[in-house]
Structure formats: structure tokens, C-alpha cells
């Protein structure tokens, strides 16, 4: 049995989470008073212990919210876009001064490992740098006329308020994703954060809520935090005000709040669950290969969108491989995220792990050998799930395998050519993330080509998780189809215009069109 050590390395331990939050929002010089009231009790996964209770935003104050939001929206469309980039580049300031705060903080309200949760707070500074970069880019076009002396353009406007519904797992980047760079394009932004993490949200948006206080050209409530849950989610898709809703989380979810924004025409962006391939082929590098699948199928305890699910291994090389991955995984140190030397955190709280024994208890029937799995006690930590992450061997890929569960579970399928490896690879209804460990050529490329993966994500030599912000994130098939950031990704937080000027003397019509009339 392991004690959890909750001490903040540069601190003494307090053993009481609780107070360790009090102390990191003194840190950012932040206060919680406001935000305190007797609706939603938020709990650390490390031991189960209750953080704080906080009040929630019901329907009227939401309706206040996104007036205010839409106030701020007109003031702030008129600001040129690099002295939007200005705010941005004061906030990123703000995030990199108290990287590590923020990151125990990540730590303590969501239970992912310290470097895990220092990389998420990483990728916030990392997307106001492109942001910043961004207000300087947002650039139109210019097209061909078929007319004569006639300019055709092309060119983007600010759109209006973002909503932002955001999962627990990423409680920080999802959100700085999409709100930057909502923000350089013109827009005001108000998130609505998982209710399972809203310490972190309330953190970050408080941080961005300073800068903009400091910034003589934001408007007050460009950036405001609804604290509710997923009613306070339907109340940002139904309303007329918010133009662009940015969704995170479920398929179930997504199919929810898809819905009700088309309903109105808002504009949707949804970015839901996966269910993640990887085809090691048998002239994989093997050490490259397990490395990458472990860290993809374990990393945040299998709570990452992008986490790796299905392992697709060529039968020549199935069983040693397998046998590796399991005393891999067994090897493990799960326990604490606050410890440095732990590889697994817990999972986020107990609904999650009765999904994942609910999981495994499927497989089983559907013929799987299950290796791990079983929950792990840590002393002194009764309402904590820790888990031994799960390798399945499955003789076919079934029902379960399928479905996305939100755990670590891998389950292992096995191929004999590589058109069968794609086939298994795209026969599930999810397309997030996929990759493939080869060093033949021929099979990189057709994984890559459209004869390949039907996935948004598709890498070679790495595995499934961890992207860099640069590349536009998002997947297809039921995962949304969405892209919230990267590349030009922008161009959904802004409204297209396309214009023709006329510096002729005439009126020749498009399409050769005749309309003669007598008018001098
Ligand atoms: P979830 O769907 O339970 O909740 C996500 C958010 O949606 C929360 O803020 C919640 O309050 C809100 N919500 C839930 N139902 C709603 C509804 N009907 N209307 C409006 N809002 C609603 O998801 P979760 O458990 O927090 O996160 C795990 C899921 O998120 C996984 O499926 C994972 O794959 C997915 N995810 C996807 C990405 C991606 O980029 N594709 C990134 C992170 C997480």
C-alpha cells in the first residue's frame, strides 16, 4: 500500500487539498469569494476529498452573460486585430509567469501527472504565441474577375460571442484553443467548463479576465466563466446571442448540442470522442513502437480524446510484441500525479471506473483475455480510483471494441496485410486520431493516402496522442468533424465576406447575362 503524497514539492505538505487550492489561487493573486455558493462540489481524483462548492449560472444569468458578451463583441471588433493580438500576448505573459502554479493546480482539480499537466499549461502559452502571430495573418483573397476592370475579393469579419463547452480532460487547452484565437479574430468569448474541473477554468479565465482589465483597448466582459453543467451547456447552444459554439466532449453530447445550434443556424464546431488505432507492421522499429503505443494507451490514465484504443498488430510479430506490452504496462508506477516518478494518475472519479470494469466485463464475454485492469488501493484514499491499465487480447474487433471508453484499456487485434490492418483501422464509427509504426515506405504512404485512414489525425512513427498546435486538431465520422484550432482553423471564428468592385464605366453582368435598358 502507497500513501498518497499530496506535498507541493516546494512547499510543505499539507496533506489537504483544499487548502492547497486556497493557497495556488493566492499565488495568481485571484480570489474565489465570488464564485463560492452551495451548488456544484468539486473533488480532487487524487483522494476523493472535496475542494470547494461553487454557485452555478442559471438561465438568467446566462441571459445577462451574453448580453454583456455581445456589448463587448461590438466595442471590440472595432480594435485593429494586432492590438487584439496585444492582449493575447500580455496573457500568455501572465500564463508562463505561473506555468507551474496553474500546472498543480491542472494537477490537483483533473488528476493528470505533473509534466503532463506542465505540457498542458505549455500548450496554453504555446497557442497565444500563434495567436498573437495569428492577428497579424488573417488574411482574404484576390480571384480572378471575369470582368473587365473588376475586383473580386474575398476578405473576414469578426463573427460575434463564442460559446466554449469544453471536457474535463483538457480543462485549460481546449479552451485557449478556441479563445485566443476567437479573440484576435474579433470576438468575445464566454466558457462554460466542465463541471468535473471548473477550479482550473475559473483560474485561467480569471488570468485572462486581469490582463484584460490592464489592457485600455478590451472591453469589460470580452471574457466571462459560466460555472454550470450540461443544462448551462444547452442554455449556450439554444442562445440566439452566442454565434459560434465550440463543443467538447461526448459523441452524446455533440449529437445533443449539434443539433440544437442548427436548429437556430448558429455555427457549430464539435469536437467529440475517439477510438484510436495503431498498426505496428512487422518492419516497425519495436522499441519506437512500444514506447509510443504505451505512452498513448496510459498517458492521462486513457483520458485523452486522442488516446490510443485499438492496437493493430501483424501476426509475425504478435506474440512477442503483446508479451512485451504487458510487462510494460504492469511495470507502471501508479499513484499520485503529484509525485514526479508516478507514469498514472487516477482516473477522474468513480462513474469512470465502473465504465471501464463494465468495459472489461463486455470483452471478456465478447472473448477477450483481459492482462491489468483491477483497481489499484492507495491508503488513506477510499473515493480515489486508481487503476492498472488494461491490454486486451480480443479474437475479432466486437461490439466493445467499437465503442469509446473514457479509461485505459487496449485492446489488441491482430492483421495479416495492410488493406485488412486499414480496414480494421477505419471500422469504427469515431475518426480522431490513428497512426501506423513502419519503416517500409509503401506503407506509410498508403496509410497517408486516401486509400488509408479515415481519421483526422494520421501519424506515422508516433503514436495517436499528443499534437502540436500548429496542425489543425479534429477528426471526422462521429468525432464531429470539427477543427477548433490550428492552420486555418480561424476562419470559423470569422464571417466571410466576398466583394466586387466595379472601376469600369459600364455594367457587363456575370455569366455573359444581357439586361439593355435605355438609362443614359
Ligand atoms: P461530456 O460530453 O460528458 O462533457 C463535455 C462538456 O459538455 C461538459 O462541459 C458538459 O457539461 C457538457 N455537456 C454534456 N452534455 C451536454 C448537453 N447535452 N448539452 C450541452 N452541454 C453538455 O464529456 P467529458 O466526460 O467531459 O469528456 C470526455 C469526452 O470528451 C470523450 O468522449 C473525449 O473523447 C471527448 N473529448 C474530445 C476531444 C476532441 O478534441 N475531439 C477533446 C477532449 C475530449
Redesign the pocket.
Known amino acids: 500500500m502507497n500513501a498518497i503524497d499530496t506535498s507541493l514539492s516546494s512547499r510543505p505538505a499539507t496533506g489537504n487539498l483544499a487548502g492547497a487550492v486556497a493557497d495556488l489561487f493566492g499565488e495568481l493573486g485571484l480570489s474565489l469569494a465570488d464564485d463560492l455558493g452551495s451548488d456544484l462540489k468539486v473533488f480532487s481524483p487524487i483522494d476523493g476529498s472535496a475542494l470547494a462548492t461553487l454557485k452555478m449560472h442559471r438561465a438568467a444569468d446566462m441571459d445577462t452573460m451574453v448580453a454583456n458578451a455581445g456589448a463587448a463583441f461590438l466595442a471590440w471588433k472595432q480594435v485593429p486585430a494586432p492590438h487584439r493580438g496585444e492582449l493575447i500576448r500580455r496573457y500568455g505573459q501572465l500564463v508562463r509567469e505561473h506555468k507551474e502554479v496553474l500546472s498543480r493546480l491542472l494537477t490537483i482539480e483533473n488528476g493528470k501527472i505533473l509534466t503532463e499537466a506542465r505540457g498542458e499549461v505549455q500548450e496554453v502559452i504555446d497557442i497565444c504565441e500563434y495567436a498573437v502571430g495569428l492577428s497579424r495573418q488573417l488574411f482574404g483573397l484576390t480571384i480572378a474577375s471575369e470582368r473587365a476592370e473588376h475586383r473580386l475579393t474575398e476578405y473576414w469579419h469578426p463573427l460575434g460571442t463564442l460559446g466554449l ?6 480543462p485549460a487547452a ?1 479552451w485557449a484553443w478556441g479563445t485566443t484565437v476567437a479573440l484576435v479574430c474579433g470576438d468575445s468569448a464566454i466558457w ?5 474541473t471548473p477550479l482550473t477554468a475559473l483560474a485561467f479565465g480569471k488570468l485572462l479576465q486581469k490582463a484584460a482589465a490592464d489592457y485600455e483597448f478590451a472591453p469589460d466582459h470580452l471574457v466571462r466563466v459560466a460555472i454550470g ?2 443544462e448551462c ?2 442554455i449556450i ?1 439554444d442562445h440566439p446571442g452566442i454565434k459560434i459554439v465550440s ?7 455533440g449529437q ?2 449539434g443539433v440544437r445550434v442548427q436548429r437556430r443556424f448558429g455555427r457549430a464546431v464539435l ?4 477510438n484510436n488505432a495503431a498498426i505496428v507492421a512487422p518492419s516497425a522499429d519495436i522499441g519506437l513502437a512500444l514506447r509510443g503505443t504505451i505512452f498513448a494507451a496510459t498517458g492521462t490514465c486513457g483520458q485523452r ?1 486522442t488516446s490510443l484504443r485499438r492496437l493493430i498488430v501483424h501476426d509475425s510479430i504478435r506474440t512477442g510484441f503483446v508479451k512485451r506490452l504487458i510487462a510494460t504496462a504492469a511495470s507502471l508506477r501508479i499513484g499520485s500525479p503529484l509525485v514526479d516518478e508516478t507514469h498514472v494518475g487516477p482516473l477522474i472519479d468513480k462513474a469512470a471506473f465502473d465504465a471501464m470494469q463494465r468495459a472489461l466485463e463486455q470483452a471478456r464475454r465478447e472473448g477477450g483475455i483481459v492482462h491489468g485492469g483491477e483497481r489499484i488501493d492507495l491508503e488513506g484514499s477510499p473515493d480515489a480510483y486508481y487503476v492498472r491499465p488494461a491490454i486486451v487480447e480480443m479474437p475479432a474487433q466486437s461490439e466493445i471494441v467499437r465503442e ?1 471508453t ?1 479509461a485505459p484499456i487496449l485492446y489488441v487485434l491482430s492483421y495479416t496485410d495492410i488493406d485488412e490492418a486499414i480496414a480494421l483501422q477505419n471500422g469504427v464509427p469515431q475518426g ?1 486520431s490513428s497512426c501506423i509504426f513502419t519503416n517500409d515506405v509503401r506503407e506509410s504512404e498508403r496509410f497517408q493516402s486516401a486509400l488509408g485512414s479515415d481519421c483526422g489525425i494520421v501519424n506515422v512513427n508516433i503514436g495517436t496522442s499528443g499534437a502540436e498546435i500548429g496542425g489543425a ?3 471526422e465520422k462521429v ?1 464531429g468533424g470539427g477543427r477548433v484550432s490550428g492552420s486555418d482553423s480561424w476562419k470559423n471564428y470569422m464571417r466571410r465576406v466576398t466583394a466586387t468592385v466595379n472601376y469600369s464605366t459600364s455594367l457587363p453582368l456575370a455569366q455573359g447575362v444581357k439586361f439593355d435598358l435605355d438609362i443614359d
Do not use: H, Q, Y
Open positions: 463547452i469544453s471536457a474535463f480532460n483538457f481546449v462554460k467548463p466542465s463541471e468535473k453543467d450540461a451547456g444547452g447552444a463543443a467538447t466532449g461526448s459523441v452524446r453530447m445533443d448540442v469536437e467529440l470522442g475517439g480524446c469509446e473514457f480522431l486538431f479534429g477528426g468525432t
